[in-house]
């Protein structure tokens, strides 16, 4: 009981300071990438810090599975480094036997990661990418400030408009340039105003004049109009897009077992089956060299972590190109990393060496001066 007890109270304290320091620096890239996206346009400047959340949110399953295993390393290293694991060998506890006390503390902590790589993740990713899509499909007038040329979501037309006071949602003095189909058109009105029909918003605009013209070519075509709509929202052609398979839900994923859907499938299931390995391999790879610094082992776990998660990423690529198959990913890849562990740690429990033994060495002892041989 006092050797559990122990080692949970360390591992509880040093996994709170890790999971504040990572969280932290996590954020700070997170609202410094946010900010960035906000100034070039693609999220709302108000909505910042909602999007910075789910954001966090989304990466929280890896900065718990990291924060759990340095904090198992910090401590078995600690442990060896003040000899307290020369104690509790000698007291009859092997290196296996501490399993049972990482995983009673780490088992709350698995499940979270495994909830929420499974079923958080592409909630966070749908909230994020609707608050993208509202943004960028929101209507074009509405991006143009009074006084202000204002370029269009697709690029090709160019709004100038000043607004009325009697009402936002009518415009005199309207100038729009558009480049379609291989045609330059140059569109004036006196006064206009927005109507939305379905999911597309259009422009109506009064007493106007368009003048048009074919690129490369010198003739003009100009007419007076007395009424003339243009669309100003593509919304309906943005929402009948194919979802991404990350936006999808696991059960969707289940259901439609696309190479796209399986390769985000086995990713999400990769988090919660690499915490779980992390764990076995917190065992085997904690050590303290005393010749060395206390940081070179915390290098090489570091190392580790960041060499299995890439190979988790990759490994999505390789299904979604078709060089594995799902089944086939999840058993050598994970299954082959619990084996590698669990016989390291096997190896250290039994103390093996690699190697022919061989006996002792014995050197000669030089011959006193006038002794007989």
């Not at 960035?36 to 909505?47: E, K, L, T, Y």
């Not at 007076?224 to 969707?252: I, Q």
């Not at 890439?310 to 594995?324: A, E, R, T, Y």
Request: aromatic letters at 10%.
């Amino acid at each position: 009981m006092l050797f559990q007890s122990s080692i949970r109270k360390e591992l509880a304290r040093t996994f709170g300071a890790t999971l504040v320091v990572l969280i932290t620096i996590v954020l700070t890239i997170v609202l410094i990438r946010t900010l960035g996206q906000a100034s070039r346009g693609s999220i709302s400047p108000q909505d910042v810090m909602l999007f910075m959340a789910y954001s966090g949110l989304g990466r929280l399953p890896t900065i718990l599975t990291i924060s759990l295993f340095i904090a198992m390393v910090s401590t078995l290293s600690r442990m060896y480094r003040d000899s307290e694991m020369v104690v509790w060998f000698t007291s009859g506890q092997g290196l296996a036997v501490f399993l049972r006390p990482l995983f009673h503390f780490a088992w709350p902590v698995l499940l979270v990661i495994s909830l929420m790589a499974l079923f958080v993740w592409p909630w966070t990713n749908q909230q994020t990418k609707d608050m993208q899509s509202r943004y960028q499909q929101r209507g074009d007038l509405d991006r143009v400030a009074p006084g202000q040329f204002q370029e269009s979501s697709s690029g090709n037309r160019v709004f100038f408009i000043d607004r009325d006071v009697s009402g936002e949602q009518v415009s005199n003095n309207v100038f729009i340039a558009a480049t379609e189909k291989g045609k330059t058109t140059l569109t004036t009105a006196q006064s206009g105003r927005l109507e939305n029909k379905g999911d597309a918003q259009f422009l109506m605009l009064s007493n106007g004049q368009r003048l048009e013209n074919e690129v490369g070519k010198s003739a003009f075509k100009v007419s007076d109009f007395e009424e003339y709509g243009v669309k100003t929202s593509n919304a309906a052609l943005v929402a009948g897009a194919a979802p991404e398979a990350k936006l999808l839900s696991t059960r969707a994923l289940v259901k439609d077992p696309t190479r796209s859907n399986l390769g985000e499938l086995a990713w999400r299931l990769g988090l919660a089956l690499s915490a779980v390995n992390f764990v076995v391999l917190a065992v085997a790879l904690a050590s303290v060299n005393p010749r060395g610094g206390r940081s070179g082992n915390m290098i090489f776990v570091v190392l580790t972590f960041v060499v299995y998660n890439n190979l988790v990423n990759l490994g999505q690529s390789w299904i979604f190109v078709g060089l594995i198959g799902f089944g086939h990913l999840l058993l050598a890849l994970h299954g082959g990393v619990l084996l590698l562990a669990a016989a390291w740690l096997f190896k250290r429990h039994s103390h093996w060496r690699f190697g022919r033994k061989t006996g002792p060495r014995l050197s000669p002892v030089p011959a006193r001066a006038g002794s007989q041989p």
